[in-house]
């Protein structure tokens, strides 16, 4: 639909301040280009809301909001950003806050990278509340199956935690209008990380499998000192470990650290172990 046809746009709210002068210089400009709203966001490769919010003059719209108008529309750079800074001091008061420094999501290698990136758009679409974003992902939820409750939206646009799962990463994206174009690369980026962090756990798991392999045998010999016949296998300084005691011939289970500090007692005759010297026996996982 062409600019005046249809339904008659909206008065821009705000007119005499600078949030209505830059909406109002918005709205103009598209207007000029004989753009619809609908025929903008789709060039932008934002939501028609985005747009109109840019065009209401309630809200400021983000600077790549802004600077999706100076490339589409042929906006003057430095008129548009002048009308920009003034409408954020009006309406907080302050110039704008400097943005998080942070990679593109195509060049993220790391998880810190990752927050860094993820607060950055957060804050790029002009720091919006979390009720805001959880209202945004809440508009899209039957297109998605993707929600976003405010705690979440507060971790991660605050660089406190990641995105949980590929669902709660675009349900975020959606809060912050990130175009969904850009969805791929973004999901790429959570990709890799997670998957980092799966093999750093795994590696940190294999590594513990392996010094308790190499502690078994002295942990055998050090219970049986105790009076202890070990029947399971040994899983560590703290994991219960299923012993029969021999002098009252009963199984019950121990921690091999109660054993080593001479703690331990056999919960059916109630023996004080005896105690097996700790400089003699490993560290092991936990110690």
Request: aromatic residues 4%; charged residues 30%.
């Amino acid at each position: 639909m062409a600019p005046g046809k249809g339904r008659p746009l909206s008065p821009v709210a705000n007119a005499a301040n600078s949030l209505g002068k830059l909406a109002d210089h918005l709205r103009a400009a598209r207007c000029k280009k004989e753009l619809s709203r609908e025929q903008l966001a789709h060039q932008l490769g934002y939501s028609l809301a985005t747009i109109q919010r840019a065009e209401g003059g309630k809200t400021i719209p983000s600077r790549e909001t802004l600077q999706g108008y100076i490339r589409v529309c042929l906006i003057d750079h430095a008129e548009a950003e002048k009308l920009w800074n003034k409408a954020v001091v009006h309406l907080h008061g302050r110039t704008a806050r400097p943005y998080t420094q942070a990679p593109g999501p195509e060049l993220v290698r790391t998880a810190d990278e990752l927050g860094a990136a993820l607060a950055r758009v957060w804050e790029q679409n002009g720091r919006p509340s979390t009720r805001e974003m959880e209202r945004r992902a809440d508009g899209r939820y039957k297109e998605t199956r993707a929600p976003l409750s405010r705690s979440t939206a507060e971790r991660i646009s605050r660089r406190k935690s990641l995105p949980g799962s590929e669902k709660t990463l675009r349900a975020y994206l959606i809060a912050c209008e990130v175009p969904e174009a850009r969805f791929p690369v973004w999901v790429q980026a959570w990709a890799r990380i997670q998957g980092r962090r799966q093999r750093a756990r795994d590696r940190a798991r294999k590594a513990a499998r392996k010094e308790i392999q190499k502690e078994a045998a002295e942990a055998k010999s050090r219970m049986r000192q105790a009076g202890l016949i070990p029947l399971d296998k040994f899983r560590g300084l703290v994991a219960p470990w299923s012993a029969r005691h021999i002098p009252c011939d009963t199984v019950s289970r121990y921690r091999y650290r109660s054993v080593l500090e001479g703690t331990a007692h056999c919960p059916v005759c109630d023996e004080l172990l005896p105690a097996v010297r700790a400089s003699e026996a490993p560290a092991g996982p936990g110690g």
